[in-house]
């Protein structure tokens, strides 16, 4: 979980040039792939919401969902989506 949010960052990075521009993270939508009856879905995402707040502090602040699904594509373990604001910026 923690290599897919540093990811994140990674394409934040190249898109905007630098994580300081982040005003804020708002919401991270993520997608478990599990089986019927698991229930800690929250508890996969935790590593990503607490790299999150160690990379950004209280502007990683965030809401989150954490939902569960019987297939992702190309059978991944994980989907995670990151909602973030920036300060005004013009793309490279």
Request: hydrophobic content about 45%; some cysteine.
């Amino acid at each position: 979980m923690i290599k897919k949010c540093l990811h994140c960052f990674l394409l934040f990075t190249e898109e905007v040039g630098d994580l300081d521009k982040i005003k804020r993270v708002v919401k991270l939508v993520s997608f478990v792939n599990c089986v019927d009856g698991f229930t800690q879905q929250p508890a996969v995402i935790n590593g990503a919401s607490d790299t999150i707040g160690k990379v950004f502090g209280d502007k990683g602040i965030h809401a989150r969902s954490a939902v569960s699904t019987n297939a992702l594509p190309l059978n991944v373990a994980v989907k995670v989506e990151t909602i973030v604001e920036i300060e005004d910026w013009t793309s490279k």
